[in-house]
């Protein structure tokens, strides 16, 4: 079972668009549990070995593979594995499918590392060189790299590192009058022409070290103050703290608050969300340091640390302003808002044989309706990694139950028995566990269309008929954009609407809450959208529990 991701990454490579707020994503990290591990020095050393622990795991080919299981009860077991074990690899997948578990592809993952997205002019190129050795760390809009792996392959001596880091954290010059990680927010194509000139000017060596670099760490110099300060400080920042190319940036804040900001042409949430929850797990419960941890007795930061500098001439400095303000101007834009609905969550709603991912869909095609009258064109992303090199295939979580549910929540609650309206909400559950489970083997409909759409193109046929329809359009037009990350690690996520009129909506459904961050652009509201959410999950958690709707 093979899917062809080579049509889904031009869609990404082509696209000219910047790609911040349009295609870049975050997922923060939950706080160190012990609070003294929070120090910004301290956890920025810990998960920069973890992330480094991970690197190393993953290239020796000892990373375990992720399973689906679609029956966990027979394949999620200590003896399936051991059983498993023996059968030789060539076979192993087909005694795994015989049990509902389909080991996901991890294609993805070579490009985590050492990775860039470098602009061209018309398509964008990927650029991995798994043999370089340094990290790459922004502070202030200054560029620093040292190794985090030795000649042989060997991890850095954790003080050391941390040494490295102190040193770079100590260093007081003021900010770059020109800070040049703007670039990366510039539409493509102009990004594409002023690199060019960066190459010419005498930076050629210089991008190379930004590009090739392990990763980039990311130290600000402001703690978070609350929840939506921290989406916008991971989503976007202030565009100088950046290199938004690179496969992700770890950002740790002024007060050990961390996050992953994730480029997605070369890969999605499943890869980011599995090096996501080892570093977590990895540099909480084995730390590399511990905070009474003296950075190594070195002199030898001054030499180990090298602070890149750029030759600017007047039009990079031009182009550099210009990008700052489109980017000012953009970001100015977007609101976020975020809500934690706590009556309930995984816990309840399993109780009631009810699918929690479908509850808090539901809940935003109720928010919608309340808010605007109508239903709308949903996207609900899903990852078909079960397949050899598979991305992601639509689930569509507006259907024809969730509308009957939700203008009998909304237009006429009293009108409904609560025995009724918890019928509709498991109608509602059932079709879109059905939805999710086709989604996931490939059986959607979105990415097969999208493909016999490139087909066209790609061999000059006139564009079938049906593209032209609009209704195609307005499927098409997803003003709820939606994505979900279920993890004991992650805090909150986020990414901005698809759609100039739209919603983007990252939540996650906890044993015993609901999260949900939503962003908008001036001509949509998020917190009135929000503060309708609230009200659906209200009802819907009113309507479970038997007693009647307030309206």
């Known amino acids: 079972m093979i899917a062809s991701s080579g049509p889904w990454f031009d869609m990404y490579l082509t696209a000219r668009d910047s790609i ?41 080919g000892l990373l375990e593979p992720e399973v689906f299981h679609l029956n966990p009860a027979k394949s999620d077991t200590n003896t399936f594995k051991r059983l498993i074990r023996f059968v030789p690899s060539s076979l192993s997948w087909y005694g795994a499918y015989l049990v509902n578990a389909y080991p996901l592809d991890m294609s ?32 202030k809009g200054h560029f620093y790299v040292f190794d985090v792996l030795d000649q042989d392959g060997n991890i ?34 102009v990004w594409a022409e002023l690199r060019q000139k960066l190459v010419s000017g005498g930076n050629e060596e210089t991008l190379r070290k930004v590009d090739s670099a392990v990763f980039c760490l990311c130290l600000d110099d402001f703690p978070i103050k609350d929840l939506i300060h921290l989406s916008h400080t991971m989503l976007h920042g202030d565009g100088t703290n950046r290199w938004y190319d690179k496969s992700f940036n770890l950002i740790v804040a002024k007060d050990g608050t961390a996050a992953v900001h994730f480029e997605h042409a070369w890969g999605d949430g499943v890869a980011v969300l599995r090096f996501f929850n080892e570093v977590f797990n ?46 000012d101007a953009t970001v100015k834009t977007l609101t976020i808002d975020c809500i934690q609905f706590h009556r309930g969550g995984k816990e309840f709603l399993k109780k009631q044989k009810l699918s929690p991912d479908a509850v808090a869909q539901l809940a935003f095609q109720m928010a919608f309706l309340r808010q605007y009258g109508r239903t ?12 050899k090199h598979g991305r992601t295939e639509t689930i569509r979580p507006a259907s024809i139950f969730t509308k009957r549910c939700s203008e009998a929540f909304v237009k006429e609650p009293s009108k409904h028995s609560t025995s009724e309206l918890q019928q509709l909400v498991a109608q509602c559950s059932k079709y879109h566990g059905q939805l999710t489970k086709e989604a996931a ?111």
């Open 20 to 60: 911040v707020l349009n295609f870049n994503p975050f997922i923060s990290f939950n706080p160190d549990p012990k609070s003294e591990y929070n120090d910004q020095l301290t956890r920025a050393t810990n998960m920069t070995v973890s992330a480094i622990r991970f690197l190393k795991t993953l290239r020796a």
């Open 108 to 139: 993805q993952y070579f490009r985590l590392f050492n990775s860039t997205r470098l602009p061209k002019p018309s398509r964008d190129e990927l650029f991995t060189d798994d043999k370089a050795r340094h990290l790459l760390v922004l502070r």
């Open 156 to 189: 850095v001596s954790p003080s050391e590192i941390q040494a490295h880091l102190k040193y770079i954290l100590a260093d007081s010059s003021p900010a770059p009058e020109f800070p040049l990680a703007y670039l990366t927010s510039e539409n493509r194509d």
């Open 282 to 327: 990895d540099s909480t419960q084995t730390p590399a340091i511990t905070p009474q941890n003296q950075p190594a007795i070195t002199t030898s930061s001054s030499v180990a640390v090298q602070k890149l500098s750029f030759k600017l001439n007047d039009a990079l400095k031009a182009g550099i302003t210009a990008a700052k303000e489109k980017f």
């Open 376 to 387: 709308v064109a949903t996207y609900e992303s899903c990852s078909t990694a079960a397949f």
């Open 441 to 551: 083997m490939g059986q959607g409909f979105d990415r097969h269309l999208f493909a016999m759409r490139y087909l066209a193109a790609a061999k000059g046929i006139a564009l079938p008929e049906l593209y032209l329809d609009p209704a195609y359009g307005q499927i098409n037009h997803n003003i709820l954009s939606t994505s979900t990350l279920s993890s004991p690690a992650v805090n909150l996520g986020g990414f901005a609407p698809v759609v100039p009129d739209g919603f983007g909506i990252g939540y996650a459904v906890h044993d015993n809450w609901i999260g949900c961050n939503v962003s908008s652009y001036s001509g949509r509201d998020a917190q009135e959208f929000l503060h309708c959410v609230e009200k659906s999950l209200g009802d819907m958690f009113d309507a479970l529990e038997g007693k009647s709707i307030k309206t």
